[in-house]
């Protein structure tokens, strides 16, 4: 603890604050992680329900016999004798549970008839159907299809009134997951009488001269599907690795949305079962964005573009041998190229003409011509041919390689940048070559920050350092090489939370936010939100321990 003598007063206070602010917060930790998640969750709904009609409840002896929809008491004995076991049915109507939800709990409540026939003894099912109909439209309880899942429900003195089964969610959620449910559908409960000493289980039925006050209850508490979605590249859920200038396919798929795009292409539609990029040739990431009834959701891939391979070059002549005065003719092509500089020994040169094409040469003396290829992978390996005039030997090819344009400079520099956490805005340096720029990143989402390098001298196809730094992130450092003009970098996240600028986040750290909370100062407002509060200190604990590069 000798380090703690090192501290001022002042700073040993906050070190303590820090230490309780560490055990007493991680309710609002949880909130601000949960507040840049892209698919929050639905919030949970409470279906209450109730028998509607004189024949939405009734018996029915389980030897089979009468269907009794008239009672005033719905029977659910159970007995050892067959005969005298009954089965009773209640159906729900306008059961507005869109299919895909969670059931998260179900109870079903009877008024029980009296204290003579309140011991029940009974198997909860539901009748197996994606639309059950009442019991005068289908005139049977026994011979109903039951679903698979059922629950049991035994119990003796219930006394009179209103009483609640145990949770019968699996019977409910087995329907609504049927491949034909739709919301507003109509549920009905079987409930069978079980083999046993005498168990009279009398419930009132919806004829009970209360004006339906006293029908069977089922109250539902049910969590509505969010949206899902999934975006693929080349089938692979990435990131994937292509060819320079090639085209990869994308495809994806969503639950519960009712539409999605894709960016940066503009797509649209819930799913696709595989659409061209096209040819590319910098890295690009497919975003998915959905939207359905109950939230959003989103998912992205990204398709990694290999550097522009380096070209490669032939040339000839037909015939190589002539005499004075007669004409040959070269011909050349490149892959992988868009340009070919020819030169002569002796001259005159060719100069710089397409990547593949022909011309008729009339030399004075034997000579020899090469050729250089130049494309996005910098410049090819030379290639010559020679022509022999009057039989003299041509000249050995030229060492030197043939003149043509000087490599460009880059111009723009794109940079994809996300800052997780980040609610308002930042300043952040880039630097490249000895060359800084300054940006404003914007929100925690990820964005194309365009630097204009065209007054600085950046040669393509070297390699640089390129360094990302900002006064409450850690340095970012990535080796770029720069092969056209409008180059493309994707950026991995920065992290914030560097308040003192040491390229870590510690403890010290953790004393400036509460130490700016305390003086209500924005040294430690980490998100850019205005404030510096709780969301700011759920942020360095999520990243506390990192270090820059």
């Known amino acids: 603890m000798g380090f703690l003598k090192k501290l001022s007063a002042r700073n040993?206070?906050?070190?303590?604050?820090?230490?309780?602010?560490?055990?007493?917060?991680p309710v609002t930790v949880y909130s601000a992680l949960q507040r840049v998640s892209t698919t929050p969750q639905a919030a949970t709904n409470t279906l209450s329900l109730q028998v509607s009609s004189g024949n939405g409840d009734a018996f029915q002896s389980q030897s089979g016999g009468a269907v009794n929809s008239a009672a005033l008491y719905i029977e659910m004995v159970s007995y050892s004798i067959g005969s005298a076991r009954y089965s009773g049915g209640f159906r729900f109507t306008n059961v507005t549970i869109p299919k895909g939800s969670t059931i998260n709990s179900a109870v079903f409540q009877v008024y029980v008839y009296g204290v003579a026939y309140d011991d029940p003894n009974v198997d909860i099912f539901a009748n197996g159907v994606d639309n059950a109909k009442d019991f005068a439209t289908e005139n049977t309880i026994v011979g109903r299809v039951r679903t698979s899942n059922s629950v049991s429900w035994v119990a003796t003195n219930l006394g009179a009134g209103y009483k609640s089964s145990p949770d019968i969610k699996s019977v409910i959620q087995e329907v609504i997951n049927r491949p034909g449910w739709v919301s507003g559908n109509s549920i009905a409960l079987l409930v069978d009488g079980r083999s046993d000493s005498t168990h009279l289980f009398w419930a009132r039925s919806y004829e009970y001269p209360t004006a339906g006050g006293s029908a069977a209850k089922l109250t539902i508490v049910y969590t509505p599907p969010t949206p899902t979605a999934n975006i693929k590249a080349n089938g692979s859920d990435g990131p994937i690795t292509i060819a320079y200038n090639s085209p990869a396919t994308i495809s994806w798929s969503s639950t519960n949305a009712t539409s999605c795009s894709v960016s940066p292409a503009g797509w649209t539609g819930t799913s696709n079962l595989g659409i061209s990029t096209g040819n590319l040739t910098s890295t690009k990431t497919y975003t998915l964005n959905c939207t359905g009834d109950y939230g959003p959701a989103s998912d992205s891939v990204t398709v990694n573009v290999n550097p522009p391979p380096k070209p490669t070059v032939n040339i000839s002549a037909n015939p190589s041998s002539i005499k004075s005065g007669q004409s040959s003719t070269l011909s050349w092509s490149c892959t992988d190229g868009t340009s070919v500089s020819i030169t002569a020994n002796p001259p005159p040169n060719i100069g710089t003409v397409g990547c593949s094409g022909s011309k008729t040469v009339t030399p004075t003396q034997s000579t020899t011509y090469t050729a250089v290829a130049s494309g996005p992978g910098g410049d090819s390996d030379a290639r010559s041919t020679s022509i022999t005039v009057d039989g003299k030997l041509p000249p050995s090819p030229s060492s030197t390689r043939p003149s043509h344009p000087a490599a460009s400079s880059l111009e723009t520099l794109q940079l994809e940048i996300s800052v997780p956490q980040l609610i308002g805005k930042m300043n952040l340096t880039v630097e490249i070559n000895g060359v800084a720029r300054n940006i404003?990143?914007?929100?925690?989402?990820?964005?194309?920050?365009?630097?204009?390098?065209?007054?600085?001298?950046?040669?393509l196809n070297q390699e640089y350092n390129l360094i990302i730094t900002g006064d409450k992130t850690l340095i970012k450092k990535i080796k770029v090489v720069p092969q056209s003009t409008e180059t493309k970098v994707a950026i991995d996240d920065l992290i914030l939370g560097d308040i003192n600028q040491d390229n870590s986040i510690d403890w010290l750290d953790q004393l400036a936010v509460v130490s700016s909370i305390a003086s209500r100062s924005s040294l430690g407002d980490l998100d850019a939100s205005g404030a510096t509060n709780s969301f700011d200190w759920a942020i360095l604990l999520t990243n506390f321990g990192k270090r820059g590069d």
Do not use: C, M
Request: zero cysteines; aromatic letters at 6%; charged letters at 20%.
């Open 12 to 25: 040993r206070a906050l070190l303590v604050i820090t230490l309780l602010l560490s055990v007493l917060i």
């Open 440 to 459: 404003q990143a914007e929100g925690h989402y990820s964005k194309i920050y365009s630097l204009d390098l065209k007054d600085t001298n950046v040669p």
